[in-house]
């Protein structure tokens, strides 16, 4: 068998010991070999789940509660609700139902938002050339005004595509992200019927104004729980992507 010395040509493919030297396969520009992939964030992918799940719950009781509420009040029960210190069945319940919604609203952002970055740092690493937003935008840009509007959910494709896997022979293998625009706009729907929610709620000081806020309540609930069920599809088929590319390396078995 012959070797080629350093300097000399490559072997001719006529060469019969050509099939027999190894040939050294390069990765793709862009993809991170197997032993420096991170690890993506699944204990905190769980989490986050958990608390969208919980979050959905809260949805689903609230648009209950609303329903209820204002069935009641339309039926000419509890006249006197609504109006200064009023203490009926309905009151109390309106009240409780805007009592749980900040806590919970903020515990599940802050966990949502430590997750969305991670997995975005996580997706540079797989692929820079794809994804090549800074991972600060991840956080950043749920909080600049009118920015937020758009930046976090590019920032979620972005990661989508840099998470993907290769076919074998190196070809993309393009999915559909259309479910993450439709959580998008289900997240953005629920942001605007809490703002109407909320201003009904401050400004009822009778009877038919907390049934207005009930009905809102309950619009914003329901809005609110495809959201979060839409949330979930994205956080675990996100985190399913990059567990798979984590462990198996940027092209697609076979």
Do not use: C
């Not at 396969?25 to 032993?35: C, D, E, F």
């Not at 799940?53 to 809260?58: E, I, K, Q, T």
């Not at 625009?181 to 009778?206: C, E, H, K, P, Q």
């Amino acid at each position: 068998m012959s070797y080629s010395t350093p300097g000399s040509p490559p072997p001719a493919a006529s060469d019969p010991d050509y099939a027999h030297q190894a040939v050294p396969v390069q990765p793709l520009p862009g993809w991170n070999s197997l032993p420096d992939t991170p690890r993506p964030p699944r204990g905190l992918s769980i989490a986050t789940i958990v608390l969208l799940s919980v979050s959905g719950a809260y949805a689903l009781l609230l648009t209950g509660t609303g329903l209820y509420v204002r069935s009641v009040l339309e039926s000419g029960q509890y006249p006197e609700a609504g109006t200064a210190d009023s203490l009926t069945p309905p009151d109390a319940l309106m009240a409780l139902a805007a009592l749980i919604q900040m806590p919970l609203l903020l515990a599940t952002a802050g966990v949502f938002i430590t997750w969305f970055y991670l997995a975005h740092k996580t997706a540079k690493a797989f692929r820079p050339d794809t994804a090549t937003r800074s991972s600060g935008w991840a956080i950043g840009g749920w909080f600049i005004p009118f920015g937020n509007l758009v930046i976090p959910v590019r920032v979620a494709r972005e990661t989508w595509e840099a998470s993907r896997q290769l076919s074998p022979n190196g070809s993309d293998r393009p999915t559909s992200t259309a479910f993450i625009t439709w959580w998008w706009l289900m997240w953005l729907l629920s942001l605007l019927a809490d703002r109407v929610y909320g201003a009904l709620y401050d400004s009822a000081t009778d009877a038919a104004g907390l049934s207005a806020t009930a009905g809102a309540a309950a619009a914003q609930g329901m809005l609110s729980l495809v959201a979060a069920l839409l949330a979930i599809r994205f956080v675990h088929r996100l985190a399913a992507l990059q567990t798979l590319r984590a462990a198996t390396g940027p092209y697609a078995p076979e």
